[in-house]
């Protein structure tokens, strides 16, 4: 499934599934992260990641590693701008942890909105009931959205807060926002109305 949405700005989005072969793009966008991105995200301040940390990545299943990412649909052999992923509990199957990361220009742009809304409906669709969400306590924009989808805190790990999102909350939450133009494509394309 490949989804044509918009930006809140209007710019063309192509959301799509990661794929092994996205292994280079997801290299080169975590690469244009800024030191201050990298470090909010991935709570090191390391240039690139792993090889070992890409090819996991970059090998979403669809069911225990659920994963998308965001192209811009007007623009050729353009870099992952964003890309989000659930890795399912071992111990839980209902639950997942969360993470997302959108490259700096694009951020406060609803890239991240956007491809949380596709990744909790295909969740849904995979019989996940919550995701996990561990967010440094200064990553304000990263709190603001997980409490936009109704998360609450469970406790902090290491100086990490610790947030639970129920996904039928969370999508509650994102049909009621009339402001975010490219969540009815995004709802639409799952068969779902806003």
Known sequence: ??????????????????????????????ARLSPQS???????????????VLRALASADGHDHIAWGALRSDLADTPALGVVHAFRDADDPEAAEYSVAVIDEYHGRGL?????????????????????????????????????????????????????????????????????PGLAAVFEQFGEQV
Do not use: W
């Not at 044509?4 to 280079?24: F, H, K, S, Y």
């Not at 990298?38 to 070992?52: D, H, N, V, W």
């Open 1 to 30: 499934m490949t989804i044509q949405t918009q930006l809140n700005d209007g710019t063309p989005v192509c959301i799509r599934r990661v794929r092994p072969e996205d292994e280079a793009r997801l290299k080169e966008g975590i």
């Open 38 to 52: 990298r470090y909010l995200r991935f709570f090191s301040g390391m240039r690139e990641a792993p090889p070992q």
């Open 112 to 180: 991240a909105r956007l491809l949380t809304a596709v990744l909790l409906l295909d969740c849904a669709r995979e019989g996940l009931e919550r995701f996990t969400v561990h967010i440094l306590p200064e990553n304000r924009p990263a709190l603001a959205l997980a409490r936009s989808l109704g998360a609450e805190g469970v406790g902090h790990e290491g100086g990490v807060s610790v947030l639970e999102i129920d996904i039928a909350e969370a999508l509650a939450a994102l049909r009621a926002e009339p402001d975010v």
